[in-house]
């Protein structure tokens, strides 16, 4: 009877420690579906956001014309209604590397979403070109904010063997909001007035501001750092005089000796020279504003190069190709941004394609095709003239998006899965900075070199049509040149071990992925 009793109590207490066992798997595996429910809420919410803020950066392009004639305003000064958009850009955003770490999530987003509905309203009312230009500045600093607010939230949150589909999404934001920016435009501008460029949004960035400020949790702890002023102002010489020259230089045209475009840039590369000394010294006690340690990843270093390409092109192409459909084929706005959405639909739906490509295989494949694709499609742009058909326009850029498409996932995914997780924050800021100076690079030297060409061509017997499409012949050609440099850095970027990229070493307060 004592063995029947020892062993009833021990199958008992057996029982017992399974059921308790049993019960302790139930609650945590429930607590990690609560936590992957919050975190995909806490992402969707940054990838509408984002993406919403991000679609306004090239929206004016096609809309300068009717601002021109609206507001009594020259193109010079149009133009900043999109420079400025930029140049704010430039200069917040590496300040951004220092604001994620310091504060949670929920108030950077309800901070930032807040400055671009404000933003939108000023400009919805702006009577006149001072206070829409104002209400670009401020919409700016809001979309400064939410794009390395994204990349870092995602970079924190999602395992690295999804990090490829995850990214795929972001590139859809990253991609076609620029990309269709002019379709959209187009459209609005066929049946409305400019206004409702920004009446439109605004009920849309109001929504997401409200169901965010509610719904949003905060998934990293602040580390408290206190700011180095200086280095605010250096990276607002620099990166902003780089932005501002570059701007002026495009605004400029064929103006390339001005003196207004060149003084900028070389306050630019002064300030940004000794920013960089600045936070070389200031990292080494995890002060910098902007920590350049990214820079130690090789991988991190040819993303950054490709990517500086890959947005010259693009954002080279979104400046050019409606300048060369509505003054040499001589269409009209709505059919310009008809035949530019094809193009931003293709890495729409070929994005999240490219993610689950990328987690497969890795980024080299990807990345060496895209780029051959891309210096194809430019060379092929270079035969472009008068007397092109249209159809030929949107196969090149639906080409060219193609090509895109199989780049920028993959740059994104393998540069910031590169760097140790402790620099999320900053690899997020360097992308977002290097996106907004490529961009500005890329604009200016597309618009500067179809202007000068355009102005040397133009004689007794010359058409401004046909010097016209010898400036962009021209544009395109230096774009096919710079996109071959694209293509040997390809080989070099490869999928970072998960030991060197985001499961270890991740920081106190950070959970790994």
């Keep these: 009877m004592a063995e029947i009793a020892t062993a009833t109590s021990t199958h008992e207490n057996t029982t017992d420690t399974t059921e308790g066992t049993t ?44 601002l021109m004639e609206d507001l009594k305003i020259s193109a010079s000064a149009a133009q900043w209604l999109t420079s400025a958009f930029m140049l704010t850009m430039a200069v917040v955003i590496p300040i951004t590397g220092f604001l994620l770490q310091r504060y949670n999530t929920r108030p950077v987003f309800i901070a930032a979403m807040t400055l671009f509905s404000t933003g939108t309203l000023i400009a919805a009312l ?74 439109l949004v605004l009920p849309i960035a109001l929504t997401a501001l409200v169901v965010g400020g509610i719904l949003m949790k905060n998934v ?8 180095d002023v200086f280095s605010v102002v250096l990276s607002a010489l620099g990166f902003g005089g780089l932005v501002y020259g570059l701007s002026n230089l495009g ?22 020279t000794t920013f960089i000394l600045r936070q070389l010294s200031l990292q080494k006690r995890n002060r910098a504003l902007l920590d350049l340690r990214t820079f130690r990843s090789r991988t991190f270093t040819f993303a950054i190069v490709m990517m500086a390409i890959s947005m010259m092109a693009l954002f080279g192409t979104i400046i050019l190709l409606p300048i060369y459909i509505q003054t040499v084929l001589g269409l009209d706005t709505l059919t310009t941004g008809l035949m530019l959405l094809p193009g931003g639909l293709v890495m729409g739906l070929l994005a999240p394609l490219v993610g689950r490509l990328y987690d497969r295989s890795g980024p080299t494949r990807l990345l060496v095709t895209g780029s051959v694709i891309v210096s194809a499609v430019f060379w092929g742009m270079t035969l472009l003239n008068e007397h092109s058909a249209p159809w030929m326009v949107v196969a090149a850029h639906v080409t060219l998006s193609l090509g895109l498409a199989l780049l920028f996932t993959p740059l994104f995914t393998a540069g910031l899965a590169a760097v140790r997780p402790e620099l999320y924050s900053h690899g997020s800021a360097m992308v977002g900075t290097i996106q907004q100076l490529a961009g500005a690079f890329g604009t200016a030297l597309f618009v500067t070199v179809m202007a000068s060409v355009a102005a040397s061509q133009l004689a007794p017997g010359v058409t401004a049509v046909t010097a016209t499409s010898a400036g962009i012949h021209a544009a395109f050609l230096c774009g096919a040149v710079i ?15 998960a030991v060197e990229g985001a499961d270890a070493g991740a920081p106190a307060g950070v959970p790994a992925h």
């Design 483 to 497: 996109s071959l440099f694209a293509i040997p850095a390809a080989f070099f970027i490869r999928r970072t071990p």
């Design 251 to 272: 605004a400029a045209g064929g103006g390339i000796a001005s003196v207004s475009g060149w003084l900028p840039l070389a306050v630019g590369a002064l300030g940004l």
């Design 126 to 199: 702006a009577p006149g070109f001072t206070v829409l230009l104002v209400a670009r500045v401020v919409q700016a600093t809001g979309t400064a904010i939410m794009f390395p607010l994204l990349l870092t939230t995602v970079m924190t949150l999602v395992p690295a063997a999804h990090l490829g589909r995850m990214m795929g999404n972001i590139s859809i934001v990253i991609s076609v909001a620029p990309a269709i920016g002019p379709t959209i435009s187009g459209a609005i501008l066929s049946v409305l007035d400019w206004r409702w460029m920004f009446i």
């Design 23 to 66: 019960g302790t798997d139930a609650a945590a595996n429930a607590a990690a579906a609560a936590l992957g429910v919050r975190n995909r809420l806490v992402i969707t919410l940054l990838l509408i956001s984002t993406f919403v803020v991000i679609l306004n950066e090239t929206i004016m392009g096609v809309a300068l014309p009717r």
């Design 220 to 227: 990293t702890t602040p580390i408290k750092t206190p700011i």
